[in-house]
Nanobody, 126 residues
């Protein structure tokens, strides 16, 4: 059973920074071969793509709304993914979800993912 556990969320002022983490564990997923994605959701709205990273960490993709402000990296030795969020805006307030694609050697993408975490709340205040 695959588990994805997000952490690092919290309350931050607009313009501030926050680094989230996602820890992957369990059988059924070879983390070092899997593309990982981050999504976010606000109550009443659909979940939206934020960022993704390929299995090696060498290729990334970002939504237009976060490009230039967010980064994403991974540590395959630790089975961890790290979205780094800078210059946070009020509209970044959401629950952020980590997702894993069990397809091996995949590119970063905005499509379907196989495993999801429970989410971590990020709140940006003025």
């Amino acid at each position: 059973q695959v588990q994805l556990v997000e952490s690092g969320g919290g309350l931050v002022q607009a313009g501030g920074s926050l680094r989230l983490s996602c820890a992957a564990s369990g059988s059924g997923l070879t983390f070092s071969r899997s593309a990982m994605g981050w999504f976010r959701q606000v109550p009443g709205k659909e979940r939206e793509f934020v960022a993704a990273i390929d299995w090696s960490g060498g290729s990334t993709d970002y939504s237009d709304s976060v490009k230039g402000r967010f980064g994403i990296s991974r540590d395959n030795n630790k089975n961890m993914v790290y979205p780094q969020m800078k210059n946070l805006k009020l509209e970044d307030t959401a629950v952020y979800y980590c997702a894993a694609d069990r397809t091996e050697w995949g590119n970063p993408h905005r499509g379907e993912y196989d495993y999801w975490g429970q989410g971590t709340q990020v709140s940006v205040s003025s």
